[in-house]
């Protein structure tokens, strides 16, 4: 394990949990900043969307990540359940649960520390951003009420389209 002396900065630091300064510096390379950022020890998390295009790559990272214990997939698409099969064979100590359907979205939230929600439809033909959004805003609107009701003090991550709205 790295230790840190005060003042100094390092990226490094964020896989050992400690709080460590991250430097800004503007073009001209010249110090305009320091802030200190914590780091999320989640031991369960949540992903809510997992079967699909952004969720299951993100759902392997955090199988691989060394600060969670327990994953919960969560999706409408009973594709899920192959995700969290395909995860399960990764060399890791994190326990995955898969979850479909609005019936077992409590079961997935219950103790979470970490919610992250890349839940969406994609942009399709002729619909446009507005559409999209007002769908999107919709089912973001479901899962973050649920995770009021099931796992209040999670901090949650909003990853869907359109991203930029």
Known sequence: ??????????????????????????????????????????????????????????????????????????????????????????NTPVQVSAHVGDAELEACLKGCELVVIPAGVPRKPGMTRDDLFNINAGIVMNLVTACAKHCPNAILEIISNPVNS
């Open 1 to 90: 394990m790295m230790q840190l002396s005060a003042g100094q900065t390092t990226r490094a630091g964020a896989f050992t949990g400690q709080r460590v300064g991250v430097q800004a510096v503007a073009r001209s390379g010249a110090a305009k900043a320091r802030r200190t950022m914590p780091v999320v020890e989640a031991k369960r998390v949540a992903v809510l969307g997992a079967a699909g295009g952004i969720g299951q790559p993100l759902s392997l990272l955090l199988k691989m990540n060394k600060c969670v214990t327990e994953l919960a997939l969560f999706d409408v698409a009973p594709l899920v359940k192959g995700v969290a099969a395909d995860l399960s064979h990764c």
